[in-house]
T-cell receptor, first 115, second 112 residues
Framework: KAGVTQTPRYLIKTRGQQVTLSCSPISGHRSVSWYQQTPGQGLQFLFEYFSETQRNKGNFPGRFSGRQFSNSRSEMNVSTLELGDSALYLC??????????????FGQGTRLTVV | GQQVMQIPQYQHVQEGEDFTTYCNSSTTLSNIQWYKQRPGGHPVFLIQLVKSGEVKKQKRLTFQFGEAKKNSSLHITATQTTDVGTYFCAGPSGAGSYQLTFGKGTKLSVIP
C-alpha cells in the first residue's frame, strides 16, 4: 500500500510569509503527527491529530498550527515565517491503537528554507 | 518535561566492528521505540520494546529495555556499510500522551 505522502518536497519562502504543508497518511491510519527536524534540535514534536481533533501539542509558538480533515489528510501552517523555521518538516501516521504506542510511519518530509 | 538523552552523538567504526548506542529517559517509559534515518531519508521504525528487561534481536541488531524502563540500548554486531545512518530512540511523553519524544540520535559512520 502507498506510504505517507508529503507535499511539496521542497519550499523556499521569504521571512514574513506563510506556508502550508500537506500530509496524506497511509490508508486506514487515523493518527497524524508532525515533527520539525533541525541539525541542532533533532526531531521535535509539533502536534498530533486523530479524527480531526488535536490530541497533543508541542512547545511551539502559535504561528504553528494544523488541522486534519475527515479523510485523515492533514495540513500544517506556519505564519509570519522566521529564518529559524528553516527545517525538515516530517509527518508520521499510525494506527494509534493505544496512547504513544505502535509504529509511526514517516513521510519523506518537506524541506522548508526561509530566506 | 520529559527528556530523552542519547549517547554517543557520533560514532565512527571500522566495518566489521561492533556499535552500541544508549538511550536514557528522565521518566519511566511505557515503551520505547527505535528508528533509523539514512542520510537524506526519513526515520524508519525498527522496533518497539514494552516489557521491563526485554531483549529483542533482528539479525545483527540487539535491542534492550532496562529493568527500570528508563533506559535502552541498541547494539549492532559486525557493522556493515548499510548500517550507516542516524539511530533514534523515542518514548511516549507521559501517561496518556500520544506524543513521542525523540532522543537526538547517534550518527553512525562505517569506514569500509
Amino acid at each position: 500500500k502507498a506510504g505517507v505522502t508529503q507535499t511539496p518536497r521542497y519550499l523556499i519562502k521569504t521571512r514574513g510569509q506563510q506556508v502550508t504543508l500537506s500530509c496524506s497518511p497511509i490508508s486506514g491510519h487515523r493518527s497524524v503527527s508532525w515533527y520539525q527536524q533541525t541539525p541542532g534540535q533533532g526531531l521535535q514534536f509539533l502536534f498530533e491529530y486523530f479524527s480531526e481533533t488535536q490530541r497533543n501539542k508541542g512547545n511551539f509558538p502559535g504561528r504553528f498550527s494544523g488541522r486534519q480533515f475527515s479523510n485523515s489528510r492533514s495540513e500544517m501552517n506556519v505564519s509570519t515565517l522566521e529564518l529559524g523555521d528553516s527545517a525538515l518538516y516530517l509527518c508520521a501516521s499510525s494506527l494509534s491503537r493505544d496512547r504513544g504506542t505502535g509504529e509511526a510511519f514517516f513521510g519523506q518530509g518537506t524541506r522548508l528554507t526561509v530566506v | 518535561g520529559q527528556q530523552v538523552m542519547q549517547i554517543p552523538q557520533y560514532q565512527h567504526v571500522q566495518e566489521g566492528e561492533d556499535f552500541t548506542t544508549y538511550c536514557n529517559s528522565s521518566t519511566t517509559l511505557s515503551n520505547i521505540q527505535w528508528y533509523k534515518q539514512r542520510p537524506g531519508g526519513h526515520p524508519v521504525f525498527l522496533i518497539q520494546l514494552v516489557k521491563s528487561g526485554e531483549v529483542k534481536k533482528q539479525k545483527r541488531l540487539t535491542f534492550q529495555f532496562g529493568e527500570a524502563k528508563k533506559n535502552s540500548s541498541l547494539h549492532i554486531t559486525a557493522t556493515q556499510t548499510t548500517d550507516v545512518g542516524t539511530y533514534f530512540c523515542a518514548g511516549p511523553s507521559g501517561a496518556g500522551s500520544y506524543q513521542l519524544t525523540f532522543g537526538k540520535g547517534t550518527k553512525l559512520s562505517v569506514i569500509p
